[in-house]
């Protein structure tokens, strides 16, 4: 079955991510799989794809889809950050492009009952893998005011932290926090549309920080950069879309001190650090949809992209 799903910039990334039509890929976000199916179609019939997703009904969605291609396709449960093992345990030394799309599918935010958008009233869960342990509704439910505020000013850069956390606190105290409704309205009697949320509902910050602290996506996005640099062959890309600043800062500073080479004081005779360059920025300006593709699909107005080549050692 498919979703609708516009996939964000899908030109940009087809076209920085395959050099090569006989190469292995892997998408790491597979989500609806709207990437992964133009990845395909850009494949010569010996290249090959590799999808992960920690979320069991995305890859159920994508195995649907990708299905007239599946003798190049393997589907995986997984999340980005497993890469590493997962390639271990398929026998592949290095792949020669990897495409992480950070942001969250269309059957996700309106079909999975989760609670990931305010505007649904749903379980407050926003588990990526549903067997995982932490809840959203456990966090607003169990957590100290202090935890939920430094939660919401870490991941939300919301300013009201102190605010909203203080509120559920006394929320839950008289019933406790069960559903994306009821937090949704709870955090909209604390930050109404008047204090400058007019085109944006007062809860999009909360809802970001809880989801991201469920899932631990600053924590895997951390690990995978921290092994990616060793899973690209050279010429290998990663091509990565970020929709919020946390995201897409920490990509923009590994990239950044990927590109450097030698970090020995300038009065050194010869280079003592032996630091090369093990990636090369495409461009160093992140790339941003247009305003046609905006007018066409909201959802990638905050979507920035970023693509790194592995050097050639």
């Known amino acids: ?16 991510l395959v050099h090569d ?20 179609e850009r494949l010569d019939p010996g290249g090959r794809l590799i999808c992960l997703d920690r979320d069991p ?19 995986i449960k ?19 492009g990897i495409l992480l799309d950070l942001g969250m599918s269309s059957y996700q935010l309106e079909h999975s009952g989760r609670g ?3 505007q649904r009233d749903e379980t407050l869960d926003m588990r990526m893998d549903p067997l995982g342990s932490l809840k959203a509704s456990d966090i607003v439910n169990t957590y100290s005011s202090r935890d939920i505020e430094d939660i919401l000013r870490q991941y939300g850069e919301e300013k009201r932290a102190r605010s909203i956390a203080k509120a559920i606190v006394r929320t839950r105290k008289k019933k ?41 996506e600053m924590e895997q996005l951390e690990r995978f950069l921290q092994e990616v640099p060793w899973l690209l062959a050279g010429g290998g890309r990663l091509v990565v879309l970020a929709y919020h600043s946390l995201e897409d800062r920490r990509v923009k500073q590994a990239m ?3 590109e450097q080479g030698c970090t020995c004081p300038p009065g050194l005779p010869v280079c003592v650090c032996g630091r090369t360059p093990l990636f090369r920025r495409l461009f160093k300006k992140p790339m941003r949809p247009t305003e046609a593709e905006i007018d ?7 979507a920035v992209l970023r693509v790194a080549e592995r050097i050639v050692s």
């Open 256 to 258: 950044a001190v990927w």
């Open 116 to 118: 990931f958008s305010f």
């Open 21 to 40: 039509p006989v190469g292995i890929y892997v998408d790491g976000t597979v989500g609806n799989a709207g990437h992964s199916e133009a990845i395909l």
């Open 296 to 302: 066409r699909n909201p959802r990638a107005r905050s």
């Open 1 to 16: 079955m498919r979703y609708p799903h516009e996939p964000v910039l899908l030109d940009e990334v087809v076209r920085f």
């Open 78 to 96: 997984a999340g980005f950050a497993e890469l590493d093992r997962v390639l271990r345990e398929a026998g592949i030394a290095a792949v020669d």
């Open 176 to 216: 406790p926090i069960l559903s994306s409704h009821q937090l949704a309205e709870m955090v909209r009697s604390i930050v109404p549309p008047s204090h400058g949320h007019t085109n944006r509902h007062p809860a999009t910050r909360t809802f970001q920080a809880l989801r991201i602290a469920v899932n631990q």
């Open 57 to 75: 009904e995305a890859l159920r969605i994508s195995e649907g889809r990708l299905a007239p291609l599946d003798k190049q396709v393997l589907l």
